[in-house]
Protein backbone atom coordinates (compact mmCIF):
# COMPACT_ATOMS: atom_id res chain seq x y z
CA UNK A 1 0.00 0.00 0.00
CA UNK A 2 1.18 3.74 -0.60
CA UNK A 3 0.92 6.47 1.56
CA UNK A 4 -1.11 9.25 0.20
CA UNK A 5 1.23 12.55 -0.59
CA UNK A 6 0.55 16.24 -0.52
CA UNK A 7 1.80 17.84 -3.93
CA UNK A 8 4.00 20.24 -2.75
CA UNK A 9 4.14 22.22 -5.78
CA UNK A 10 7.67 22.40 -6.26
CA UNK A 11 7.63 20.19 -9.35
CA UNK A 12 11.57 18.72 -9.13
CA UNK A 13 10.31 17.78 -5.30
CA UNK A 14 7.22 16.22 -6.14
CA UNK A 15 9.18 14.59 -8.93
CA UNK A 16 11.92 12.79 -6.73
CA UNK A 17 9.49 12.18 -3.98
CA UNK A 18 6.57 10.52 -5.79
CA UNK A 19 4.05 12.86 -5.48
CA UNK A 20 5.07 15.11 -2.46
CA UNK A 21 5.34 15.01 1.31
CA UNK A 22 3.29 12.44 2.99
CA UNK A 23 -0.09 13.71 3.38
CA UNK A 24 -1.45 15.01 7.14
CA UNK A 25 1.97 13.45 8.54
CA UNK A 26 5.16 15.04 9.55
CA UNK A 27 8.34 15.66 7.84
CA UNK A 28 11.72 15.56 9.14
CA UNK A 29 14.25 18.28 7.28
CA UNK A 30 17.67 18.50 8.82
CA UNK A 31 20.81 19.92 7.40
CA UNK A 32 23.83 21.65 8.76
CA UNK A 33 23.52 25.58 9.17
CA UNK A 34 23.27 27.47 5.81
CA UNK A 35 21.42 24.43 3.94
CA UNK A 36 18.61 25.87 3.00
CA UNK A 37 16.19 24.26 5.75
CA UNK A 38 14.23 27.63 6.54
CA UNK A 39 13.86 28.01 2.85
CA UNK A 40 13.12 24.62 2.45
CA UNK A 41 9.54 25.08 4.35
CA UNK A 42 8.89 28.78 3.35
CA UNK A 43 8.90 27.42 -0.31
CA UNK A 44 6.67 24.28 0.63
CA UNK A 45 4.35 26.82 2.23
CA UNK A 46 4.31 29.71 -0.53
CA UNK A 47 3.82 27.62 -3.13
CA UNK A 48 0.28 25.48 -0.87
CA UNK A 49 -0.87 29.56 -1.53
CA UNK A 50 0.27 30.35 -4.63
CA UNK A 51 -0.62 26.95 -6.57
CA UNK A 52 -3.40 25.15 -4.32
CA UNK A 53 -5.06 28.13 -1.78
CA UNK A 54 -4.21 25.86 1.16
CA UNK A 55 -3.14 28.14 4.07
CA UNK A 56 -0.17 27.57 6.07
CA UNK A 57 1.71 28.38 9.68
CA UNK A 58 5.20 29.66 10.00
CA UNK A 59 6.64 29.26 13.76
CA UNK A 60 9.66 30.37 14.05
CA UNK A 61 12.02 29.39 16.51
CA UNK A 62 15.38 30.93 15.38
CA UNK A 63 15.26 34.34 13.00
CA UNK A 64 13.12 36.99 13.74
CA UNK A 65 10.04 36.94 11.69
CA UNK A 66 10.78 40.21 10.61
CA UNK A 67 14.07 38.83 8.80
CA UNK A 68 12.22 36.07 7.28
CA UNK A 69 9.29 38.50 5.87
CA UNK A 70 12.50 40.32 3.78
CA UNK A 71 13.90 36.77 2.65
CA UNK A 72 10.30 35.63 1.25
CA UNK A 73 9.83 38.97 -0.38
CA UNK A 74 13.10 38.37 -2.21
CA UNK A 75 11.88 35.55 -3.91
CA UNK A 76 8.84 37.78 -4.70
CA UNK A 77 6.56 36.03 -2.66
CA UNK A 78 3.54 38.36 -1.31
CA UNK A 79 4.23 38.03 2.23
CA UNK A 80 2.32 40.62 3.16
CA UNK A 81 -0.62 40.51 1.07
CA UNK A 82 -0.99 36.96 2.61
CA UNK A 83 -0.85 37.54 5.92
CA UNK A 84 -3.46 40.30 5.35
CA UNK A 85 -5.65 37.87 3.44
CA UNK A 86 -5.05 35.40 6.79
CA UNK A 87 -3.77 32.49 4.87
CA UNK A 88 -0.32 32.61 6.25
CA UNK A 89 0.32 32.88 9.94
CA UNK A 90 3.70 33.07 11.86
CA UNK A 91 3.79 31.57 15.37
CA UNK A 92 6.87 33.81 17.10
CA UNK A 93 8.95 31.61 19.17
CA UNK A 94 12.43 33.28 18.16
CA UNK A 95 14.54 34.38 20.95
CA UNK A 96 13.45 37.27 22.85
CA UNK A 97 16.59 40.16 24.20
CA UNK A 98 15.55 39.97 27.44
CA UNK A 99 17.27 36.94 29.82
CA UNK A 100 15.10 33.89 30.77
CA UNK A 101 16.00 31.59 33.29
CA UNK A 102 14.61 28.90 34.41
CA UNK A 103 13.33 27.80 37.89
CA UNK A 104 11.80 24.68 38.30
CA UNK A 105 9.52 22.22 35.85
CA UNK A 106 7.71 23.98 32.90
CA UNK A 107 5.94 22.73 29.82
CA UNK A 108 5.29 24.03 26.44
CA UNK A 109 1.96 24.18 26.70
CA UNK A 110 1.61 28.01 26.09
CA UNK A 111 3.25 27.23 22.37
CA UNK A 112 1.15 24.05 21.71
CA UNK A 113 -2.08 26.35 22.06
CA UNK A 114 -0.71 29.12 20.45
CA UNK A 115 0.22 26.28 17.70
CA UNK A 116 -3.03 24.78 17.50
CA UNK A 117 -4.57 28.61 17.59
CA UNK A 118 -3.27 29.53 14.51
CA UNK A 119 -3.45 26.24 12.66
CA UNK A 120 -7.78 26.57 13.40
CA UNK A 121 -7.70 30.09 12.62
CA UNK A 122 -6.45 30.08 9.28
CA UNK A 123 -7.64 26.08 8.39
CA UNK A 124 -4.09 25.73 8.02
CA UNK A 125 -2.91 22.31 5.66
CA UNK A 126 0.30 23.17 5.75
CA UNK A 127 2.64 23.60 8.88
CA UNK A 128 6.08 24.37 9.21
CA UNK A 129 8.15 24.34 12.25
CA UNK A 130 11.94 26.50 12.00
CA UNK A 131 13.94 25.05 13.85
CA UNK A 132 13.18 22.76 16.34
CA UNK A 133 16.92 22.50 17.53
CA UNK A 134 17.22 25.90 18.85
CA UNK A 135 14.37 25.31 21.63
CA UNK A 136 17.13 22.85 22.92
CA UNK A 137 19.31 25.73 22.84
CA UNK A 138 16.90 28.96 23.97
CA UNK A 139 15.94 26.23 27.30
CA UNK A 140 19.63 24.61 27.19
CA UNK A 141 19.33 23.70 30.79
CA UNK A 142 16.42 21.55 30.45
CA UNK A 143 16.84 19.15 27.36
CA UNK A 144 14.89 15.97 28.72
CA UNK A 145 11.56 18.07 29.39
CA UNK A 146 12.19 19.90 26.42
CA UNK A 147 12.39 16.15 24.77
CA UNK A 148 9.63 14.92 26.36
CA UNK A 149 6.99 18.31 25.44
CA UNK A 150 7.98 18.14 21.75
CA UNK A 151 6.67 14.75 21.55
CA UNK A 152 3.36 16.70 22.75
CA UNK A 153 3.96 19.14 19.61
CA UNK A 154 4.71 16.26 17.14
CA UNK A 155 1.42 14.03 18.73
CA UNK A 156 -0.57 17.79 18.27
CA UNK A 157 0.47 18.02 14.72
CA UNK A 158 -0.69 14.22 14.05
CA UNK A 159 -4.10 14.88 15.35
CA UNK A 160 -4.71 18.25 13.40
CA UNK A 161 -3.84 16.44 10.71
CA UNK A 162 -1.75 19.07 8.72
CA UNK A 163 1.23 18.21 6.53
CA UNK A 164 4.10 19.88 8.60
CA UNK A 165 7.36 19.99 7.79
CA UNK A 166 9.83 20.49 11.01
CA UNK A 167 13.46 21.54 10.16
CA UNK A 168 16.20 20.42 12.57
CA UNK A 169 19.91 21.30 12.70
CA UNK A 170 22.72 19.37 11.65
CA UNK A 171 26.67 19.66 12.96
CA UNK A 172 28.39 17.61 10.20
CA UNK A 173 27.01 16.27 7.08
CA UNK A 174 27.43 12.93 7.22
CA UNK A 175 26.97 11.92 10.51
CA UNK A 176 23.98 12.11 12.55
CA UNK A 177 21.35 13.34 11.26
CA UNK A 178 20.49 15.78 14.00
CA UNK A 179 21.95 17.62 16.63
CA UNK A 180 19.64 16.89 19.11
CA UNK A 181 18.79 13.83 18.38
CA UNK A 182 15.00 14.98 17.20
CA UNK A 183 14.66 11.97 14.66
CA UNK A 184 14.04 10.10 17.98
CA UNK A 185 10.51 11.24 18.19
CA UNK A 186 10.31 12.25 14.63
CA UNK A 187 11.30 9.52 12.43
CA UNK A 188 8.89 8.55 9.79
CA UNK A 189 9.88 10.70 7.52
CA UNK A 190 13.31 11.96 7.03
CA UNK A 191 14.58 14.57 4.04
CA UNK A 192 18.38 15.44 4.32
CA UNK A 193 19.78 18.78 2.92
CA UNK A 194 23.50 19.31 2.34
CA UNK A 195 25.97 22.18 1.49
CA UNK A 196 29.44 20.28 1.31
CA UNK A 197 32.17 21.87 0.40
CA UNK A 198 35.11 20.09 -1.96
CA UNK A 199 38.06 21.16 -3.32
CA UNK A 200 36.68 24.95 -2.78
CA UNK A 201 33.27 24.46 -4.34
CA UNK A 202 29.71 24.18 -2.89
CA UNK A 203 27.56 21.73 -3.73
CA UNK A 204 23.86 21.37 -2.64
CA UNK A 205 22.28 18.21 -2.60
CA UNK A 206 18.78 16.88 -1.14
CA UNK A 207 18.71 13.38 -0.07
CA UNK A 208 14.79 11.80 1.17
CA UNK A 209 16.62 9.47 3.46
CA UNK A 210 13.10 7.58 4.30
CA UNK A 211 9.15 8.10 4.00
CA UNK A 212 7.93 5.34 6.00
CA UNK A 213 5.48 3.31 3.93
CA UNK A 214 6.18 5.03 0.73
CA UNK A 215 8.58 4.74 -1.81
CA UNK A 216 10.61 7.69 -3.66
CA UNK A 217 14.34 7.95 -5.35
CA UNK A 218 16.92 6.80 -3.52
CA UNK A 219 20.47 9.08 -2.99
CA UNK A 220 21.74 13.01 -3.12
CA UNK A 221 20.16 14.74 -5.75
CA UNK A 222 21.80 18.02 -6.46
CA UNK A 223 19.66 21.12 -6.36
CA UNK A 224 20.00 24.90 -6.59
CA UNK A 225 18.94 28.29 -5.11
CA UNK A 226 17.42 30.43 -7.77
CA UNK A 227 16.24 33.61 -7.74
CA UNK A 228 13.02 33.42 -9.29
CA UNK A 229 12.56 29.59 -8.52
CA UNK A 230 13.93 29.05 -5.11
CA UNK A 231 14.84 25.72 -4.49
CA UNK A 232 15.24 23.54 -7.66
CA UNK A 233 16.60 19.45 -7.56
CA UNK A 234 17.60 18.54 -10.72
CA UNK A 235 16.79 14.93 -10.72
CA UNK A 236 19.53 12.61 -11.21
CA UNK A 237 18.63 9.46 -9.71
CA UNK A 238 14.69 9.80 -11.21
CA UNK A 239 15.82 10.26 -15.02
CA UNK A 240 14.47 8.03 -17.12
CA UNK A 241 17.05 6.03 -19.57
CA UNK A 242 14.34 6.01 -22.01
CA UNK A 243 14.70 7.95 -25.22
CA UNK A 244 13.45 7.68 -28.53
CA UNK A 245 15.67 7.18 -30.52
CA UNK A 246 15.57 8.23 -34.23
CA UNK A 247 17.15 7.28 -37.94
CA UNK A 248 16.76 10.33 -38.77
CA UNK A 249 19.64 12.27 -40.26
CA UNK A 250 20.88 16.02 -39.74
CA UNK A 251 23.45 17.51 -41.52
CA UNK A 252 26.83 17.99 -39.50
CA UNK A 253 26.86 21.81 -41.74
CA UNK A 254 30.41 19.91 -44.09
CA UNK A 255 29.48 17.35 -46.51
CA UNK A 256 32.61 15.43 -46.65
CA UNK A 257 32.18 14.85 -42.94
CA UNK A 258 28.90 13.88 -43.16
CA UNK A 259 30.13 11.49 -45.23
CA UNK A 260 32.27 10.14 -42.78
CA UNK A 261 29.49 9.76 -40.43
CA UNK A 262 27.48 7.56 -42.90
CA UNK A 263 25.16 10.72 -43.84
CA UNK A 264 25.16 13.35 -40.83
CA UNK A 265 24.16 13.17 -36.91
CA UNK A 266 21.49 11.09 -35.76
CA UNK A 267 18.69 13.38 -34.71
CA UNK A 268 18.38 14.02 -31.01
CA UNK A 269 22.19 12.83 -30.59
CA UNK A 270 24.87 14.24 -28.44
CA UNK A 271 27.97 14.70 -29.89
CA UNK A 272 31.69 15.52 -28.63
CA UNK A 273 34.42 17.17 -30.51
CA UNK A 274 37.51 17.19 -28.79
CA UNK A 275 41.07 18.62 -29.77
CA UNK A 276 43.97 21.10 -29.04
CA UNK A 277 43.61 24.56 -29.06
CA UNK A 278 43.12 25.80 -32.58
CA UNK A 279 42.46 22.45 -34.10
CA UNK A 280 39.09 23.66 -35.53
CA UNK A 281 36.52 22.97 -32.74
CA UNK A 282 34.95 26.45 -33.08
CA UNK A 283 34.84 25.83 -36.64
CA UNK A 284 33.30 22.47 -36.57
CA UNK A 285 30.71 24.20 -34.36
CA UNK A 286 29.90 26.81 -36.70
CA UNK A 287 29.33 24.62 -39.75
CA UNK A 288 27.27 22.48 -36.94
CA UNK A 289 25.20 25.82 -36.97
CA UNK A 290 25.24 26.77 -40.36
CA UNK A 291 23.83 23.23 -40.91
CA UNK A 292 20.24 24.46 -39.73
CA UNK A 293 20.37 26.46 -42.94
CA UNK A 294 18.86 23.92 -45.52
CA UNK A 295 16.10 22.62 -43.56
CA UNK A 296 15.00 25.81 -41.47
CA UNK A 297 16.36 24.41 -38.42
CA UNK A 298 16.46 26.50 -35.26
CA UNK A 299 19.94 26.50 -32.73
CA UNK A 300 21.19 27.85 -29.81
CA UNK A 301 25.36 28.33 -29.18
CA UNK A 302 26.38 28.64 -25.31
CA UNK A 303 29.46 30.42 -25.75
CA UNK A 304 31.93 29.75 -22.75
CA UNK A 305 35.22 30.96 -24.26
CA UNK A 306 34.31 34.01 -26.94
CA UNK A 307 32.11 37.32 -26.88
CA UNK A 308 29.61 37.37 -29.83
CA UNK A 309 31.77 39.71 -31.70
CA UNK A 310 35.23 37.48 -31.76
CA UNK A 311 32.55 34.79 -32.83
CA UNK A 312 30.55 36.65 -35.50
CA UNK A 313 34.19 38.06 -36.66
CA UNK A 314 35.55 34.38 -36.51
CA UNK A 315 32.45 32.61 -38.53
CA UNK A 316 32.52 35.07 -41.03
CA UNK A 317 36.08 35.12 -41.95
CA UNK A 318 34.89 31.06 -42.78
CA UNK A 319 31.88 32.19 -45.09
CA UNK A 320 29.59 30.86 -42.18
CA UNK A 321 26.83 34.61 -41.91
CA UNK A 322 26.01 34.35 -37.96
CA UNK A 323 24.20 37.45 -37.64
CA UNK A 324 21.62 36.41 -40.80
CA UNK A 325 20.81 33.52 -39.20
CA UNK A 326 20.53 35.76 -35.99
CA UNK A 327 17.73 37.61 -37.50
CA UNK A 328 16.30 35.19 -38.95
CA UNK A 329 15.07 33.73 -35.61
CA UNK A 330 16.95 30.54 -36.21
CA UNK A 331 19.87 31.14 -34.58
CA UNK A 332 20.14 32.12 -30.84
CA UNK A 333 24.12 32.94 -29.09
CA UNK A 334 24.55 33.42 -25.70
CA UNK A 335 27.76 34.20 -24.56
CA UNK A 336 28.77 34.04 -20.92
CA UNK A 337 31.23 33.50 -18.57
CA UNK A 338 31.08 29.63 -17.06
CA UNK A 339 32.02 31.11 -13.84
CA UNK A 340 29.25 33.68 -13.39
CA UNK A 341 27.17 30.68 -11.71
CA UNK A 342 26.90 27.08 -10.73
CA UNK A 343 26.28 24.51 -13.25
CA UNK A 344 23.24 23.73 -11.79
CA UNK A 345 22.32 27.28 -12.53
CA UNK A 346 23.67 26.97 -16.26
CA UNK A 347 21.59 23.69 -16.38
CA UNK A 348 18.16 25.76 -15.42
CA UNK A 349 19.00 28.57 -17.33
CA UNK A 350 19.83 27.00 -20.26
CA UNK A 351 16.04 24.97 -19.91
CA UNK A 352 14.56 28.21 -19.26
CA UNK A 353 15.76 29.04 -23.10
CA UNK A 354 15.14 25.86 -24.66
CA UNK A 355 11.40 26.60 -23.49
CA UNK A 356 10.96 29.58 -24.86
CA UNK A 357 13.49 29.43 -27.94
CA UNK A 358 12.50 25.89 -29.08
CA UNK A 359 15.81 24.98 -30.82
CA UNK A 360 16.58 21.69 -32.65
CA UNK A 361 20.29 21.87 -32.05
CA UNK A 362 22.31 23.09 -29.22
CA UNK A 363 26.13 23.76 -29.52
CA UNK A 364 28.17 23.98 -26.46
CA UNK A 365 31.44 25.77 -26.47
CA UNK A 366 33.02 24.47 -24.83
CA UNK A 367 32.50 22.06 -21.86
CA UNK A 368 36.09 22.12 -20.89
CA UNK A 369 35.55 25.87 -20.01
CA UNK A 370 31.76 24.89 -17.73
CA UNK A 371 33.79 22.22 -15.90
CA UNK A 372 35.96 24.75 -14.40
CA UNK A 373 32.94 25.73 -12.30
CA UNK A 374 32.49 22.36 -10.52
CA UNK A 375 34.22 19.27 -8.87
CA UNK A 376 34.41 16.58 -10.87
CA UNK A 377 31.76 14.85 -9.51
CA UNK A 378 29.20 17.54 -10.03
CA UNK A 379 30.32 18.23 -13.24
CA UNK A 380 29.84 14.28 -14.21
CA UNK A 381 26.29 14.94 -13.15
CA UNK A 382 25.78 17.63 -15.02
CA UNK A 383 26.54 16.23 -17.96
CA UNK A 384 24.09 12.88 -17.39
CA UNK A 385 21.34 15.41 -16.51
CA UNK A 386 21.91 17.65 -19.18
CA UNK A 387 22.36 15.13 -21.84
CA UNK A 388 19.66 13.38 -20.62
CA UNK A 389 17.68 16.46 -21.18
CA UNK A 390 18.11 17.03 -24.61
CA UNK A 391 17.74 13.12 -25.31
CA UNK A 392 14.33 13.39 -24.24
CA UNK A 393 13.23 16.92 -25.84
CA UNK A 394 15.08 15.04 -29.17
CA UNK A 395 17.53 18.30 -29.43
CA UNK A 396 20.97 17.16 -31.31
CA UNK A 397 23.68 18.54 -29.28
CA UNK A 398 27.44 19.26 -30.57
CA UNK A 399 29.60 19.82 -27.39
CA UNK A 400 33.50 20.45 -27.84
CA UNK A 401 36.19 19.54 -25.35
CA UNK A 402 39.63 20.95 -25.27
CA UNK A 403 42.82 18.31 -24.79
CA UNK A 404 45.76 19.93 -22.77
CA UNK A 405 48.34 18.45 -25.06
CA UNK A 406 48.93 19.74 -28.76
CA UNK A 407 49.21 16.23 -30.47
CA UNK A 408 47.36 13.32 -28.72
CA UNK A 409 45.77 12.75 -25.18
CA UNK A 410 42.68 13.30 -24.33
CA UNK A 411 41.18 15.26 -21.37
CA UNK A 412 39.14 14.77 -18.20
CA UNK A 413 35.89 16.08 -19.44
CA UNK A 414 35.94 13.58 -22.11
CA UNK A 415 36.97 10.56 -19.28
CA UNK A 416 33.41 12.11 -18.18
CA UNK A 417 31.68 12.29 -21.23
CA UNK A 418 32.53 10.08 -23.73
CA UNK A 419 30.51 7.03 -22.92
CA UNK A 420 26.97 9.06 -22.74
CA UNK A 421 28.02 10.38 -26.00
CA UNK A 422 27.00 8.92 -29.66
CA UNK A 423 29.48 10.22 -31.49
CA UNK A 424 33.00 11.46 -30.73
CA UNK A 425 34.91 13.26 -33.66
CA UNK A 426 38.66 13.88 -32.75
CA UNK A 427 40.52 16.70 -34.28
CA UNK A 428 44.35 16.19 -33.70
CA UNK A 429 47.84 17.71 -34.63
CA UNK A 430 49.99 15.52 -36.62
CA UNK A 431 53.93 16.78 -36.70
CA UNK A 432 55.67 15.92 -40.09
CA UNK A 433 58.36 17.03 -41.34
CA UNK A 434 58.63 20.03 -39.35
CA UNK A 435 55.16 21.13 -40.13
CA UNK A 436 52.07 21.00 -37.98
CA UNK A 437 49.33 19.29 -39.79
CA UNK A 438 45.68 19.22 -38.93
CA UNK A 439 43.86 15.54 -38.79
CA UNK A 440 40.07 14.53 -38.11
CA UNK A 441 39.11 11.21 -37.29
CA UNK A 442 35.25 9.76 -36.12
CA UNK A 443 36.18 7.37 -32.96
CA UNK A 444 32.63 6.37 -32.56
CA UNK A 445 29.15 6.92 -33.78
CA UNK A 446 26.89 4.58 -31.78
CA UNK A 447 24.16 2.52 -34.56
CA UNK A 448 25.98 3.84 -37.54
CA UNK A 449 29.28 2.24 -39.86
CA UNK A 450 31.61 5.33 -39.93
CA UNK A 451 34.66 6.04 -41.79
CA UNK A 452 37.76 4.39 -39.59
CA UNK A 453 40.71 6.62 -41.29
CA UNK A 454 42.33 9.96 -39.93
CA UNK A 455 42.13 12.32 -42.39
CA UNK A 456 43.91 15.60 -43.12
CA UNK A 457 41.63 18.51 -42.58
CA UNK A 458 42.72 21.93 -43.56
CA UNK A 459 41.13 25.23 -42.55
CA UNK A 460 41.15 27.84 -45.43
CA UNK A 461 38.72 31.10 -45.99
CA UNK A 462 36.22 28.76 -47.82
CA UNK A 463 35.91 26.88 -43.99
CA UNK A 464 36.38 23.69 -43.53
CA UNK A 465 38.33 21.11 -46.11
CA UNK A 466 38.66 16.99 -45.44
CA UNK A 467 41.29 15.55 -47.32
CA UNK A 468 42.63 12.30 -47.77
CA UNK A 469 43.76 10.07 -44.91
CA UNK A 470 47.09 9.94 -44.04
CA UNK A 471 48.60 6.67 -45.53
CA UNK A 472 52.11 5.01 -44.00
CA UNK A 473 51.57 6.81 -41.19
CA UNK A 474 51.10 5.39 -37.26
CA UNK A 475 51.17 6.86 -34.13
CA UNK A 476 48.81 10.15 -34.56
CA UNK A 477 46.57 9.45 -31.40
CA UNK A 478 49.65 8.24 -29.22
CA UNK A 479 50.79 11.80 -30.01
CA UNK A 480 54.16 9.88 -32.04
CA UNK A 481 53.72 10.00 -36.04
CA UNK A 482 55.92 7.61 -37.34
CA UNK A 483 56.15 7.24 -41.51
CA UNK A 484 56.09 3.47 -41.61
CA UNK A 485 57.63 2.23 -45.27
CA UNK A 486 55.16 0.51 -47.46
CA UNK A 487 56.37 -2.84 -48.78
CA UNK B 1 11.71 50.41 47.19
CA UNK B 2 10.55 50.89 44.05
CA UNK B 3 7.27 48.89 42.42
CA UNK B 4 7.24 45.60 40.98
CA UNK B 5 4.94 44.95 38.45
CA UNK B 6 4.50 41.14 37.11
CA UNK B 7 2.63 39.16 35.08
CA UNK B 8 2.30 35.40 35.48
CA UNK B 9 1.10 33.62 32.61
CA UNK B 10 0.03 30.16 33.63
CA UNK B 11 -2.33 27.02 31.86
CA UNK B 12 -5.49 26.57 34.30
CA UNK B 13 -5.25 24.18 36.92
CA UNK B 14 -1.82 22.62 35.79
CA UNK B 15 0.55 21.46 38.96
CA UNK B 16 3.16 23.95 37.28
CA UNK B 17 1.07 26.79 37.75
CA UNK B 18 -0.91 26.25 41.25
CA UNK B 19 2.69 26.27 42.57
CA UNK B 20 4.25 29.05 40.41
CA UNK B 21 1.15 31.15 41.70
CA UNK B 22 1.55 29.92 45.20
CA UNK B 23 4.98 30.69 45.52
CA UNK B 24 4.74 34.25 43.62
CA UNK B 25 1.90 35.13 46.52
CA UNK B 26 4.26 34.45 49.30
CA UNK B 27 7.19 36.33 47.79
CA UNK B 28 5.28 39.47 47.02
CA UNK B 29 3.30 39.23 50.34
CA UNK B 30 6.42 38.43 52.56
CA UNK B 31 9.61 40.21 50.19
CA UNK B 32 7.65 43.27 48.55
CA UNK B 33 5.20 44.16 51.18
CA UNK B 34 2.26 44.73 49.34
CA UNK B 35 4.34 47.38 47.01
CA UNK B 36 4.00 45.22 43.27
CA UNK B 37 0.91 44.92 40.79
CA UNK B 38 0.53 41.04 39.78
CA UNK B 39 -1.58 40.31 36.90
CA UNK B 40 -2.34 36.71 36.27
CA UNK B 41 -3.47 35.17 32.57
CA UNK B 42 -4.45 32.06 31.77
CA UNK B 43 -3.57 31.39 28.57
CA UNK B 44 -6.71 28.86 28.22
CA UNK B 45 -8.89 32.17 28.92
CA UNK B 46 -6.90 34.60 27.33
CA UNK B 47 -4.31 33.46 24.67
CA UNK B 48 -4.47 36.37 22.56
CA UNK B 49 -2.16 38.34 25.58
CA UNK B 50 0.31 34.69 25.18
CA UNK B 51 0.71 35.43 21.40
CA UNK B 52 1.24 39.20 22.49
CA UNK B 53 4.37 38.74 24.43
CA UNK B 54 5.37 35.62 22.62
CA UNK B 55 4.87 32.87 25.22
CA UNK B 56 6.14 29.19 25.32
CA UNK B 57 6.37 27.69 28.37
CA UNK B 58 4.10 27.67 31.24
CA UNK B 59 4.68 29.03 33.77
CA UNK B 60 6.10 32.55 32.98
CA UNK B 61 7.05 35.32 35.04
CA UNK B 62 7.52 38.57 33.38
CA UNK B 63 8.97 41.15 35.74
CA UNK B 64 7.81 44.56 33.92
CA UNK B 65 9.39 46.85 36.11
CA UNK B 66 11.37 47.76 37.34
CA UNK B 67 13.76 47.52 34.45
CA UNK B 68 15.16 45.53 32.53
CA UNK B 69 12.80 43.33 31.36
CA UNK B 70 13.22 39.76 32.44
CA UNK B 71 11.02 36.36 32.32
CA UNK B 72 11.16 33.62 34.55
CA UNK B 73 9.95 30.23 33.76
CA UNK B 74 9.20 27.14 35.29
CA UNK B 75 7.43 26.32 38.84
CA UNK B 76 9.58 29.09 40.37
CA UNK B 77 9.79 26.12 43.58
CA UNK B 78 13.22 27.18 44.48
CA UNK B 79 12.14 30.39 46.27
CA UNK B 80 15.86 31.70 47.19
CA UNK B 81 16.32 31.82 43.13
CA UNK B 82 13.47 33.67 41.89
CA UNK B 83 14.31 36.35 44.52
CA UNK B 84 17.61 36.54 43.37
CA UNK B 85 15.95 36.23 39.28
CA UNK B 86 13.80 39.12 39.92
CA UNK B 87 16.43 40.64 41.66
CA UNK B 88 14.96 41.40 45.13
CA UNK B 89 17.10 41.12 48.14
CA UNK B 90 16.33 38.57 50.88
CA UNK B 91 17.45 41.70 53.18
CA UNK B 92 13.58 42.83 52.24
CA UNK B 93 11.84 40.78 54.95
Not at chain 1, 359 to 364: M, V
Amino acid sequence: MNLQKLETGNASFDHISHGGLPLGRTTLVAGSSGSAKTLFGAQFLALGIQLFDQPGVFVTFEEQVDDIRKHLRSFHWDIDTWEQEGKWIFVDAAPKEEIIIAVGDFDLSAFRIRLERAIMKCKAQRVVIDSIGSIFTQFHEEEHSIRRELIQVALTLSRLGATSIITAERLEEYGKITRFGVEEFLTDNVVILRNVLHNEKRRRTIEILKFRGSDHEKGENPFTINPEKAIVIIPLSAMILKHTSSNERVTSGIPALDKMIDGGFYKGSINLVSGAIGAGKTLLVANFINGIRENKERCLLMAFEESNEQLYRNASGWGIDFKELEDLGLLKVICVYPEISSLEDHFINIQEIVKTFKPDRIAIDSLSALSRTSSDKGFREFIIAFTAYLKHEEITGLFTSNTPLLAGGTSDTEGNISPITDSIILLRYVEMSGEMQRSIAVLKMRGSKHDSSIRKFTISDEGANIGKHFEGISGILTGNPMLIKLE
Amino acid sequence: MSMHVFQLFINGHSLNSIEAVDTLLKICRENLKGNYQLEIIDIQKDPDKAEEAGIIAIPTLIRMEPAPVNRIIGALNVRSRVLAGLGISSMHK
